[in-house]
């Protein structure tokens, strides 16, 4: 859809764009238009996942039961964060992955088109099973993403849902596959892995990250079902199970999966801090190594989230320092973000805005992350909205700025229009303002002891839940204006984008056309070290 | 590293892969609407998943034979083959890791719930509280937990059927890997009577578990329902069967395409992939043969 | 009320301390950090969460002071490394900008500040994680307890029995915690009651109050021992520093001594079902004469026909599952 003015332009001489829309779009092997689906898949999911957070909110306005049952608010609940996490987040990040990877390595396209294909169209049946349970007899799944038993298994849904879960695996691995492949068999001569962007590094680790977890969660969520259906003990005790065993596996899974959440937004924002900054990102090397050693940390921090299930002592610790440690990685980036800025010549256009608001927005999610880690504070903090606040500040002004700075840094490559950076601004600023309003409250709530997961309050809670949710329906209202500025740019804009777009822009993707054309890099282009952001390999 | 960057080779615009993103929602949603059916369903959901997996199948035929086309006549470069053979690592590999979740509860159940249930280490209150008739064993002595779920059983002895089947998958992987060379080497007979033997092992070997199997629901009492002990033995074997299954047959399409020709001393990914494929299969049995069966 | 008489009397020192003595080094250490999470948060002990409270509960237990104490450091250092971090950053985006004429410089890499930049924030970790160790570790100590209470989770009440106290078994002591008729009458959906209104003792307690709640007495290291009989529920009372799930087929245990008489109000802390939110916690703590009091009472009200059982203490209804206001919604 936003550059459905494409092939008109630059386009190269003999491959145009095939006319008909179902041709072009449903069986497309063409990686811009399946980034694309992609993208606008996700925004559309993001609105989805959104409005049960504003009903969530607006439950949560006051105290006393006002708006729905508490049922289906737990439903909401559930829903929300299955919809953001699986449905906006992920495809958000493969649809930039699709759109830029092949662009920035110098390849014709994915390794696999086809395959790229089907993982994208899995994803609306997918979720069409899982929304579908919202309109069935019994309600959909109300047993909150992380789907602990034995409570997921009393809901009529868990079959749908798992499936829909099996659904979204695939989709993902076939993802994952498909880029580490791209990466490995596609770059242009010339493109070492160490001159890659570190966009794609970040996604070359999180693909692996996906290929290793998401089989895990298929596993996990399969005994569910068979425990439910067919009369197996896993997690259950009378058999010789164990119900935390699930959260065992479900959290091998669910841990990295957060970082699959905020791996390419790092990478997002890597390549967005040099430009803006017009100085080349500091110490790359230790960038990418910093997203390695995040990535193997992450596979033994699973039971941080289990502090509370009564762990042996040895294991609370080892989980513990094990957590802790994952902010010295994630600390070299931020201060390696900082230094790029030092000493540049930076200018502030609205991707850059939306970039340093993820670097001190996440890092303060960060923090609470670390405190989330220290085990007897923990046991306060669990299950609260503390845990809440932390969460929503790395994915929300983690992943979802990074995506949205992202989508202002590419939207000009994208459609060959510049968007309107006053309207750009706007909602930036009435973003990083209210979505403050909306999360930061809800650490005092949880430090004060209000549980997650209730639709209902003690009224010593009512103040800070009114600001939350005024600032949440404030911040849904901001975008729309985000949706107005894609719109208008992909349809409406007049001022043609330059082929750099900005100053400071270094890669092989500054060097096609705007909006680049369908195929591109039919020929390997030669890359030369000085158009490359990390052209000099001596650090 | 690089390739040699001939033409890149973008393959045409396919309608595969939205067929199979719908006959995969068939089916699971057909599956989904039986496992919930009610007693005097119409068989709604029944339906579906017959039309969804019959698609399923279709849709396998029809990618695969379009991708044959395109491979016999010549499409695919270097670059490609190597694509392919990344996907299918990789591929193999999120199989691995499916299979870790498994064995990962097996290890979970044995070292930590079962004894814990019976009073070791983290479980005396549990036991104390509990359990206090329980003794916390596996197998037979305990296996299906403190309420002896599923009623007591007995285990299926490693050094009959099991080990036979270990040995049928053993000789399989030799028979492929001699397929392989004759492959490379050019003997067509070779190939065409190895490759065979293998699809015959296999086929042995699944016959030999469906035997394995209704024995163990008839005479030992051994069912999906036998506690933690029934659910990790039939979960991982039952798993591993299917994929022993879906390896024959991959097997047996390799076997037609060699006797159609279509491989060649150079040019034989889709032999490579299924060998793959049927070594991982080889290497999960021999965990389970030892964590399942044995130990 | 409680609160008050809490800020007051909280310092006991005749009282054992579980943080062992090495932990006064280290809170004088952290002293300048502490200060600072205090002015930012006001961190006062509260038996009940207040409007507008911004910290921890300092907790009314021997051993609740460590999250609290551990929650204002890592704070503290949180925010200092933020104000570096950030001020770093700012000072950059107003130095470094293209509209002050900022030429960017050629550098990319400096191994030394990188190394700094590395170690530092692990020698941090490492004092972080020696003072949460010693935290867990004590917790971790059931031992020496002087009393057993057994606490079941339901969809969605509580039952708590009474095991043993002061080495001696009991019996039969043990009932059902549910949430109060007012709060539940209040909480039903466009009830049209004021949750303002449902308050005891001058403090609001809608959806934090229930039918009976759990007495315990203070200055005795009881033990808990925590399962469930449907799904998993989390025991969780913020005064006394910790939550612990309540898993069905599993007990878990924990442990409290709790150094003042009040009332101390907590809420089921798992999702649980549809009525997760209106399962709460109330333990009244009390001497420990009057414990014993109390205790005889029940004993012997449950001793001879339950028909005839009843005490000023609390109605004997002990035995009886019974949650009629909540059936319907099930
Ligand atoms: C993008 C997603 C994302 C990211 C990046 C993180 C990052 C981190 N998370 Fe978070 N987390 C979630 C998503 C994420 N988390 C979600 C969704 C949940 C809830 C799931 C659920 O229950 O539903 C959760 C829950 C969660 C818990 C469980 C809480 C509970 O339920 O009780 C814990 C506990 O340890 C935790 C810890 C951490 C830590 C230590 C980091 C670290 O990676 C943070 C590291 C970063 C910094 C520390 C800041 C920058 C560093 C510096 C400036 C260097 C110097 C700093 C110091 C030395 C302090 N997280
Ligand atoms: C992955 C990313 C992600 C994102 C982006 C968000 C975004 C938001 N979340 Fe998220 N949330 C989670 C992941 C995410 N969340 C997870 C994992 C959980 C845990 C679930 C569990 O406990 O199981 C959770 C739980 C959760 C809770 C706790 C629920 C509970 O415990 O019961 C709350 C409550 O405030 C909340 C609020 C919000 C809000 C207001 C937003 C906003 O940022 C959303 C903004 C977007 C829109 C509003 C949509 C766009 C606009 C419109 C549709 C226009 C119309 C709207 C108006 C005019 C107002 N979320
Ligand atoms: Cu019980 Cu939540
Ligand atoms: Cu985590």
Redesign the interface.
């Known amino acids: 859809m936003a550059h459905e003015a494409t092939h008109d332009h630059h386009d190269d001489h003999h491959h145009h764009a095939p006319q008909g829309f179902f041709q072009r779009w449903v069986m497309s092997t063409n990686h811009k238009d399946i980034g694309t689906l992609y993208l606008v898949f996700s925004l559309l999911m993001f609105f989805i996942g959104g409005s049960f957070a504003m009903v969530i909110r607006a439950e949560l306005f006051k105290p006393g039961l006002d708006l729905v049952q508490p049922y289906f608010f737990n439903q909401m609940t559930t829903m929300h964060a299955l919809v953001m996490i699986f449905g906006a987040i992920m495809p958000a990040f493969v649809g930039l992955g699709n759109w830029m990877i092949p662009l920035m390595i110098g390849a014709p396209d994915m390794a696999l088109p086809r395959m790229n294909n089907l993982s994208f169209w899995i994803l609306p049946f997918a979720f069409t099973l899982m929304l579908s349970t919202l309109f069935m007899a019994g309600g959909g799944p109300a047993g909150g993403w992380t789907m602990y038993p034995p409570l997921s298994l009393q809901s009529d849904s868990l079959a749908y849902v798992v499936f829909a879960i099996h659904l979204m695996g695939i989709s993902s691995i076939m993802g994952a596959i498909n880029i580490i492949a791209t990466i490995l068999n596609m770059r242009a001569p010339g493109m070492d892995l160490l001159k890659m962007p570190v966009f794609v590094w970040s996604w070359l680790i999180t693909a692996f990250l996906l290929i290793a977890v998401m089989p895990v969660l298929a596993g996990a969520v399969t005994m569910l079902l068979t425990d439910k259906y067919f009369g197996t003990s896993f997690f259950n005790p009378g058999g010789g199970g164990d119900p935390v065993l699930y959260q065992h596996v479900f959290w091998f899974f669910g841990h990295p999966e957060v970082y699959i959440m905020i791996l390419p937004a790092f990478g997002i924002i890597s390549e967005i801090i040099p430009t803006f900054a017009r100085k080349p990102i500091f110490g790359y090397r230790a960038m990418v190594y910093a997203i390695a050693s995040i990535a193997f940390l992450s596979f033994i921090v699973w039971a941080h989230h289990m502090f509370a299930v009564g762990l042996p002592l040895g294991a609370d610790i080892f989980f513990m320092y094990a957590t802790m440690l994952i902010a010295v990685p994630t600390g070299v980036k931020v201060f390696n973000w900082v230094a790029t800025m030092w000493g540049g010549s930076m200018t502030f256009e609205t991707p850059m805005l939306f970039a340093i608001a993820f670097v001190i927005l996440f890092t303060i999610g960060g923090f609470s992350g670390l405190m989330l880690a220290m085990v007897p504070a923990d046991f306060q903090y669990h299950d609260t909205y503390f845990v809440v606040a932390h969460f929503h500040y790395v994915l929300v002004t983690g992943a979802a700025f990074a995506i949205m700075g992202a989508t202002y840094f590419w939207l000009p490559k994208w459609t060959g229009h510049m968007y309107s950076e006053f309207w750009g601004k706007v909602h930036f600023w009435c973003s990083v303002v209210f979505v403050n309003v909306l999360f930061f409250p809800q650490h005092f709530l949880g430090l004060a002891g209000m549980p997650r997961r209730i639709p209902d309050y003690n009224v010593a809670f009512a103040n800070f839940n009114m600001i939350s949710s005024i600032g949440g329906f404030l911040f849904g209202a901001s975008q729309l204006i985000f949706l107005g500025v894609v719109v208008h740019c992909a349809f409406f804009a007049k001022k043609k984008a330059t082929d750099r777009v900005w100053e400071g822009a270094k890669g092989l993707e500054w060097t096609v056309p705007s909006p680049a054309p369908h195929h591109t890099f039919e020929v390997p282009p030669v890359v030369r070290d000085e158009e490359l952001a990390h052209g000099h390999t001596d650090d | 590293m690089s390739q040699q960057h001939d033409v890149y080779y973008v393959p045409s615009k396919s309608q595969w892969p939205i067929v199979a993103a719908v006959v995969m929602f068939l089916t699971v949603f057909g599956a989904a609407h039986w496992l919930n059916a009610e007693p005097g369903d119409t068989g709604f959901g029944k339906t579906v998943i017959t039309i969804g997996a019959i698609g399923v199948l279709c849709m396998f035929f029809g990618w695969f034979r379009s991708v044959i086309k395109e491979s016999l006549a010549g499409n695919y470069n270097h670059q490609v083959d190597t694509s392919f053979r990344m996907g299918m690592m990789w591929f193999i590999f999120s199989e691995v890791m499916f299979f870790g979740a498994f064995f990962g509860a097996l290890f979970y159940i044995r070292n930590f719930s079962v004894p814990w249930l019976g009073g070791e280490g983290h479980g005396v209150l549990t036991h104390q509280f509990l359990y206090e008739a329980y003794s916390g064993a596996w197998g037979t002595a305990g296996g299906n937990g403190p309420l002896h779920v599923g009623g007591a059983f007995n285990t299926v002895v490693p050094w009959g059927l099991p080990l036979l089947n270990t040995l049928i998958l053993l000789t399989s992987s030799v028979t492929v890997t001699i397929a392989h060379h004759a492959l490379r080497a050019g003997h067509r007979g070779r190939i065409l009577l190895f490759l065979g033997l293998t699809v015959l092992l296999g086929a042995t070997f699944l016959y030999c578990q469906a035997h394995e199997y209704m024995e163990a629901y008839k005479e030992l009492n051994l069912t999906l329902h036998s506690g933690v002990y029934g659910s990790t033995f039939f979960m991982l074997t039952g798993f591993h069967g299917l994929h022993v299954t879906l390896g024959t047959i991959m097997l047996a399409v390799i076997w037609c395409r060699v006797l159609k020709g279509h491989f060649n001393k150079e040019h034989h990914f889709a032999f490579e992939a299924v060998a793959w494929y049927w070594h991982f299969v080889d290497v999960v049995w021999l965990g389970l043969f030892l964590f399942v069966y044995i130990l | 009320m409680t609160s008050g008489s809490i800020r007051t009397g909280r310092i006991e020192p005749n009282q054992h301390r579980t943080p062992p003595g090495r932990w006064a080094g280290i809170r004088r250490a952290g002293a300048v950090s502490l200060a600072l999470a205090l002015a930012l ?1 006001s961190g006062l002990a509260q038996a ?10 300092r907790g009314v237990t021997t051993w609740s002071e ?3 104490f ?2 204002n450091v ?2 503290g250092v ?1 925010v200092v ?2 104000i570096l ?2 001020g ?2 700012f000072i ?2 107003f130095r ?4 002050r004429g ?4 050629k ?4 191994t030394m ?2 190394v700094i ?2 170690t530092i ?2 020698l941090i ?1 490492v004092a ?2 020696w ?3 010693g ?3 004590s ?2 100590d059931t031992t020496g307890s002087q009393m057993t209470i ?1 606490v079941t989770g339901y969809q969605w009440k509580w039952r708590y029995d009474y095991v043993d106290y002061l080495g001696k078994p009991i019996s039969k002591v043990g009932y059902m915690s549910k949430l109060d008729a007012l709060s539940d009458k ?6 049209g ?4 209104a449902v308050t005891t003792d001058g403090y ?5 109050n229930v039918d009976k709640p759990l007495v315990l007495p203070i200055h005795t290291k009881i033990r808990f ?3 469930s009989d ?3 529920h ?1 025991w ?1 009372v ?1 005064q006394f ?5 309540a ?7 924990a442990w409290t001594n709790i150094n003042e008489t009040g009332t101390y109000r ?13 399962m709460p916690i109330v333990v009244k703590a009390v001497s420990q004469e009057d414990f014993a009091k109390w205790l005889a009472d029940q004993q012997q009200a449950s001793a001879p026909a339950p028909a005839a059982a009843s005490s000023a203490a609390a109605p004997a209804s002990a035995q009886t599952a019974a949650a009629p206001a909540k059936a319907g919604n099930g």
């Not at chain 3, 550098?107 to 400096?110: E, G, L, T």
């Not at chain 3, 009651?193 to 303002?196: F, G, I, K, R, S």
């Not at chain 3, 520093?241 to 799930?245: L, S, V």
């Not at chain 3, 907590?266 to 209106?278: K, P, R």
Request: net charge negative.
């Open positions: 948060c009940n969460p207040e409007p507008g409270q911004l910290n921890l509960t460590v999250p609290y551990l929650n890592v704070l949180c490394i933020g971090v950030f770093a950053m950059a985006m470094f900008r293209k509209s900022a030429v960017p410089e550098w990319s890499h400096n500040v990188e930049w590395t924030p692990v970790l972080l994680a003072l949460a160790t935290g867990l570790v917790f971790a057994k209040t909480r039903q959906l466009h009830s009651l004021d949750p303002y609001n307690t809608y959806l934090i021992v925590i399962t449907d799904v998993i989390s969780w913020p520093g910790w939550k612990m799930d898993i069905p087929g599993i007990v878990n245990t907590g809420q089921c802390a798992e999702l649980c079902g549809q009525d997760h939110g209106f």
